[in-house]
Nanobody, 118 residues
């Protein structure tokens, strides 16, 4: 059974960089054809996909956030990390990591709330 767990600070100050890590168990992030994604949901709003890092280590980001988003991985720890720079209160959201096996996101973490506030 694949499990994903988000971790990171729950409070980030404006203009700083938000950094979250997703730890994957029950499967390798380098296994062919899996794409490891970050998604968020601001309070009272819908889900927003941020980007992914592929089994091949390639990355792709949402065009609307591309300039501020970076996703990397540590294969030795079976983890992948989201960094979102220059955050504002509008980046306050529950952040999820998920496995994307096209066309489905079949495994999700429970999510972690990140609040951007001074």
């Amino acid at each position: 059974q694949v499990q994903l767990q988000e971790s990171g600070p729950g409070l980030v100050k404006p203009s700083q960089t938000l950094s979250l890590t997703c730890t994957v168990s029950g499967g390798s992030i380098t296994t062919n054809y899996y794409y490891w994604s970050w998604i968020r949901q601001p309070p009272g709003k819908g889900l927003e996909w941020l980007g992914y890092i592929a089994y091949s280590d390639s990355t792709y980001y949402s065009p609307s956030l591309k300039s501020r988003t970076s996703i990397s991985r540590d294969t030795s720890k079976n983890q992948f990390t989201l960094q979102l720079s220059s955050v504002t209160p509008e980046d306050t959201a529950v952040y999820y990591c998920a496995r994307w096996y096209f066309p489905y996101m079949d495994y999700w973490g429970k999510g972690t709330l990140v609040t951007v506030s001074s």
